[in-house]
């Protein structure tokens, strides 16, 4: 009598490549590329976790089980150093199109804006196991220097001296950098550099002198009443006068110093 035995048959399939965490898992093919049908444990491939795969024939085949290796790769989350913040108005930074660890794709705004702080999203480019990411960036707005008032002050007396500190914290140049005793002006204060500041201006009026002016007093005999000087101009300077009074026996010049103020 002749017996055959039927060798068993290793089923064969193609190799699933490698995959993204997350991604849509492939369908494992219950028939081989040799022809072999039967079921795989566990049935539906893991899309977070790589693993093995065990095939088991259909009773009735020649055929031994086998195994398939799937490899789930991780996702990486692309990183970026931080951007400091910047003043408004400067010169925006430009967004790294690779991450620090390799990652290449495209953010969302595209462009930095250079007047308000917001947050940039990273989607990575096709083809790689990498997830989305933010970078917050901050614009820290411009402060506008403030400085108290400075009296207007009559012409040729001290001038005063512009302070380089604002009242709130800014420090800077004045541009005149010395007030006129004579004339009136604008002055501008320029914050020093890393200050996120705005120049600004201050207005100084400087008062013309006026001349006070007296009715002249006629010549009067020697020994008569001496006429009294008067303690307010004709064109309203109050003061006093030196000597302050008037000698009725001999001419003299008399000085009016106006009162202060």
Known sequence: IDITVTPSVTPAFAAIPAFCSGSTAPTLQTTS?????????PVV?????????????????CATTTTLD???????????????AFCSG??????????????TG?????????????????????????????????????????FAAIPAFCSSSTAPTLPTTSTNGITGTWSPAV?????????????????????????ITVTPSVTPTFAAIPAFCSG???????TTSTNGITGTWSPAV??????????FTPAIG
């Open 179 to 203: 007030v006129s005793n004579t004339t009136s002006g604008t002055y501008t204060f320029t914050p020093a550099i890393g200050q996120c500041a705005t120049t600004t201006t201050i207005d």
């Open 106 to 146: 495209t953010w969302s705004p595209a462009v930095v804006s250079n007047t308000t702080s917001g947050t940039y999203t990273f989607t990575p480019a096709v083809g790689q196991c990498a997830t989305t990411t933010t970078l917050d960036i901050t614009v820290t707005p411009n402060v506008t220097p403030t």
């Open 45 to 61: 491939v893991s899309n977070t976790t790589s693993g093995t795969y065990t095939f088991t024939p259909a009773v009735g085949q």
């Open 33 to 41: 590329t040799n022809g072999i049908t039967g079921t795989w444990s």
């Open 224 to 230: 008569s009443v001496a006429p009294t000087l008067p």
């Open 70 to 84: 799937v490899t789930v790769t991780p996702n990486v989350t692309p990183t970026f150093a931080a951007i400091p």
């Open 90 to 103: 400067s010169t925006a930074p430009t967004l790294p199109g690779t991450s620090t660890n390799g990652i």
């Open 246 to 255: 008037v000698s009725n026996t001999t001419s003299g010049t008399y000085t």
